[in-house]
């Protein structure tokens, strides 16, 4: 693939702190994911709905990619009362990234795959409002692939001369076939051969709404509804859908907010990446 990186600033905050009965730990940045854990008695909410927590009082909640850099999470108590602890976040400046030599119709799709797009769009939000009671996302992320990375999260694409949507998810160059390992334990909600822009796509469930993307794949090795470990192998590096050469997309969600899973997982190791 074909990149031409223009500018790059981006800074990660990443704290531990307690207020009263919450406590929050992780990546208080536009993209992040945040896991907390509040008095198992109380009710959470984060921006004014409801979030799920394990009977030990955990939860976790995530920030978009131009999230407000200011939140509340409200503990609401069984005796009627409740706290109002505000969240604040660090603003993130994205990359401009050109991506040239796509088949045009993978950039300007005709109507019948417009059709298409929509019922595999469709099918995909579904899956992504799964709240599992699973806490697999609590487990520390490893890397499902070692690699050069050769797109990050968050930048501008220009595809062909053509503006387009932001890049949500990282972009790991490999060798078609590369084994793709799983970053955490979870349950596979969705294993697809070719949808039209992400080709092989597989979507894994840590549960409470956090899920893991991988697309482009050559192949899949595990089944909807089959649970996974972290390490185990679930599929190979392709070169499927709106590609112009092998590499893997990860992406993560926590339900429809899509973050960066580059702020789960340490760096990537240097003498392998090269």
């Known amino acids: 693939m074909q990149h031409i990186i223009i500018g790059a600033v981006i800074t990660i905050l990443c704290l531990p702190f307690s207020v009263q009965a919450l406590t929050l730990e992780g990546n208080l940045i536009q993209g992040g994911m945040v ?11 984060f ?13 976790v909640i995530g920030f978009s990619r131009d999230a407000e850099l200011e939140s509340v999470i409200e503990l ?14 660090k603003k993130r400046t994205y990359q401009i990234q050109r991506i040239d030599g796509l088949p045009p119709r993978k950039v300007s799709p005709s109507p019948e795959d417009l059709e298409r797009i929509r019922k595999e769009n469709t099918r995909v939000k579904k899956v992504r409002k799964k709240d599992e009671p ?16 050769s797109g990050v999260y968050g930048s501008q694409r220009i595809l062909n001369g053509k503006p387009r949507r932001p890049h949500y998810g990282v972009d790991i160059a490999a060798p078609t076939g590369t084994p793709i390992k799983a970053p955490a334990d979870g349950v596979v909600s969705l294993a697809h051969n070719d949808m039209f822009f992400s080709g092989g796509t597989l979507i894994v469930d840590h549960g409470h709404g956090l899920s893991t993307s991988y697309l482009h794949l050559h192949k899949i090795l595990v089944k909807e509804g089959q649970r996974v470990k972290q390490g185990d192998v679930i599929a190979q590096v392709g070169a499927t859908g709106r590609v112009t050469g092998p590499h893997l997309h990860w992406g993560m969600n926590w339900f429809d907010i899509r973050l960066d899973p580059s702020l789960v997982v340490p760096p990537m190791p240097k003498a ?3």
């Open 47 to 59: 921006q004014g709905k409801p979030v799920r927590t394990s009977p030990e009082g955990l939860f």
């Open 35 to 45: 896991i907390g854990k509040a008095d198992p008695a109380a009710t959470v909410h």
């Open 272 to 274: 392998k990446a090269q």
């Open 76 to 89: 609401h108590q069984p005796s009627g009362t409740g706290e109002k602890h505000p969240v604040r976040i």
């Open 134 to 149: 699973r806490t697999d996302f609590t487990q520390t992320f490893i890397w499902p692939v070692i690699g050069r990375i």
